[in-house]
């Protein structure tokens, strides 16, 4: 198995629904090119970033089921960075652009992409930000998008912690990682230790190691296993507004599992 392979089962672990959430995501896609008169990429095809892209796996979907996109994965971990690249490599020539850089960095941002991109989406990736770089993040994607263009964000976004709603996702949640684990699907930990003895991804754990400091004995530092992050639905939703989005409404939905999509108004940013 590819390592890439295993950090789909690795994500499935955590997320019961992936795969019905990017169905989600391309679906909204699909509605935005049918219902928009034209886009601005010069050459036709689909604009989609994505904000912490990973190994690119919304990029490998995207590409199935849109062959002329064009896909910008933007992230700053070398490990994943390494894997997109590889992906990148076997598409078309053209179809992928990887970008180094961390999403609250605005650099990203360059000529060819200001206001030009059809659609900004993320996966499990935003909540890991803080909320200023959230919000930067988010100002970032607006300005990345063309007039009337969209944000998708698939992510665990829930409500009050103690609500009855909330202990059924945390059963639910816990019930699907029992399932896999059964299937022998590694966990975050599992796959972490895995790429550090892989020889090719060994010397890219300890640059990540210098990004993303691993948690110590008393469990400090930005590292950690995957799900334990849970933001608040309103919270991100208050973002988004704050970046400039409108019509911001949850698209798709498995217990708090969301994509949520927001517009960017007709005009173009200020």
């Given at each position: 198995m590819s390592q890439i392979e295993s950090w789909d089962r690795q994500q499935e672990r955590y997320i019961g629904g992936r795969e019905a959430r990017f169905d989600a995501m391309f679906d909204a896609i699909s509605w935005l090119m049918a219902s928009a008169t034209s886009h601005h990429s010069a050459d036709g095809r689909p604009i989609v970033v994505d904000l912490g892209c990973g190994p690119a796996a919304i990029g490998r979907r995207l590409l199935q089921r849109f062959p002329t996109a064009t896909y910008v994965g933007v992230d700053v971990d070398p490990v994943l960075l390494h894997l997109a690249r590889?992906?990148?490599?076997?598409?078309?020539?053209?179809?992928?652009?990887?970008?180094?850089?961390?999403?609250?960095?605005?650099?990203?941002?360059?000529?060819?992409?200001?206001?030009?991109?059809?659609v900004v989406c993320s996966?499990?990736?935003?909540?890991?930000?803080?909320?200023?770089?959230?919000?930067?993040?988010l100002i970032n994607a607006r300005r990345a998008l063309r007039p009337g263009g969209i944000l998708l964000n698939a992510d665990h976004l829930g409500d009050d912690p103690a609500s009855p709603c909330m202990r059924l996702a945390d059963w639910v949640g816990d019930r699907d990682e029992a399932d896999a684990s059964a299937d022998a699907a590694p966990s975050w930990d599992e796959w972490w230790a895995a790429a550090r003895s892989d020889p090719d991804l060994a010397p890219l754990c300890v640059r990540r190691d210098r990004i993303f400091p691993p948690r110590d004995a008393n469990g400090s530092g930005r590292e950690d296993a995957a799900g334990e992050v849970r933001p608040l639905l309103a919270d991100f939703v208050a973002a988004t507004r704050r970046a400039g989005f409108v019509d911001v409404d949850t698209i798709w939905q498995r217990f708090d599992d969301r994509v949520v999509m927001a517009l960017a108004p007709d005009a173009a940013p200020a």
């Open positions: 590889e992906v990148a490599d076997d598409a078309e020539v053209g179809a992928m652009r990887i970008i180094d850089r961390d999403v609250a960095d605005p650099t990203w941002l360059s000529n060819d992409l200001a206001g030009r991109a059809d996966s499990t990736a935003l909540h890991w930000l803080p909320p200023e770089a959230l919000d930067q993040a």
